[in-house]
């Protein structure tokens, strides 16, 4: 048993507009574009319920209800299938369905940032540590990124934010961090910046879109500073934490697709796809010829 205090919920900040996927976006939220036959956010959602996460908190925006839906009993549908003895359909949607009161939805009134959105959900959290889950990030690996991070924060409580190295030139576009000594799977986090102008970033360890977090990033979250892009920026409210608190890397050795943007959600279907045993016989040749231009 841990000594830590167990991480019960995740936050998943859906607010987002989705401006990179317009026209698709104009009616469908971005996390709910599909990945082969499941929404990006199903993904997320199964990452976190691997890790033992017991409630799902989600921070919604305006035109995000059918996220709502999604989590919730489609009376009509299940009927129809009832009737016509779909029992495999029905299988898949009781599979995907939560249990009732495990989970709880606010919203984001204004798109501040995702400092701004993380601290909509202060009043469901608590004051307990939580995780935190950027849907536009899917993984894939053989223990999934959060249930690797659950297991450092058993050994190391504090904080953990997961992190994966990129190209010294693409630093620019995520959040750094500084690497100290090593901790199990990890190592202490020394400092971090968000978005740090070229040439300028500690490392080249980003932070991916995991973390586990302790409740006082809340109060720190509350004082609504802006950073970067004129945002809310969730990495200078954990900067600030940093000097209170303890924050673990978790270096995260899987894929990590990033469907926030085009070639990432084209990337995440192709491999998702390719590693379906129902699927990949039905489009490995075509792609591979589509590939050779034969
Ligand atoms: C956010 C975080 C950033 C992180 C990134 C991962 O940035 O602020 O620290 O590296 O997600 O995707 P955004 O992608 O919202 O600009």
Redo the contacts with the bound molecule.
Sequence with gaps: MSQHKKVRKAVFPVAGLGTRFLPATKSVPKEMLTVVDKPVIQYVVEEALEAGIEHLVFVTGRNKHVIEDYFDIQFELEQTLRSRSKTAELTILAQQLPKAGTVSFTRQQEPLG?GHAVWCAREIVGNEPFALL?P??IMRAEDSCMKGMVELYDQTGGNIIAVEECAPDQAHK??IVGVGEAIGKGFKITGMV?KPAKGTAPSNF????RYILQPEIFGILSTQERGAGNEI???DAMLKLLSRQEFAGYHFRGETF?C?AKDGFILANVAFSLSREDIRPLVEAQIRAMVSGK
């Design positions: 995702l950027l536009d990030m995520y959040g968000e980003f932070i991916n879109g920026q969730l990495t990033d926030g």
